[in-house]
């Protein structure tokens, strides 16, 4: 058995993976992969993710410029879950122009944002008809 095939993948063929800053110890953002996204990162040394809205393989960093360089990879005990290590470029790992996904708070039974935006997202992103 390949090291690929240890990974238990589910009915989709996807796997959840969640991204850890190197330095911070920040917990970043969950995702999911298929076998050709966690191919393509051990490949290319940089976060490839499995885009479920878009289906398509998704670079971490293709559009915003806030690449992901994977420093270690690994697999829970179950394995079926996926852990990344990364250096993030920019300091910026979510849509949103935060350091991380997880800004939101429970507070008294409501989710408060608790993280600054580090950069405006309208800047991150070009339009889909733009070049």
């Known amino acids: 058995m390949s090291w690929i095939d240890a990974v238990l993948w589910n009915a989709e063929g996807l796997a959840p993976v969640v991204t850890q800053d190197v330095v911070t110890g920040r917990l970043l953002m969950q ?3 298929n076998r050709e996204a966690l191919a393509a990162t051990v490949a290319e040394g940089r976060a490839v993710y499995w885009s479920r809205s ?3 393989l998704w670079r971490k960093g293709e559009e ?3 690449v992901q360089q994977v420093r270690e990879i690994r697999l829970d005990c ?5 852990q990344l290590i990364v250096e993030q470029t920019g300091g910026i790992a979510c849509h949103t122009g935060r350091e991380s996904c997880f800004y939101r708070r429970l507070e008294q039974a409501q989710w408060l944002a608790v993280d600054p ?3 405006d997202p309208a800047t991150m992103y070009r339009a889909p008809d733009s070049k």
């Open 54 to 56: 878009r289906s398509r």
């Open 31 to 33: 995702a999911w992969m």
């Open 64 to 66: 915003s410029g806030h």
């Open 78 to 82: 179950d394995g079926d879950a996926l």
């Open 117 to 119: 935006v580090a950069r």
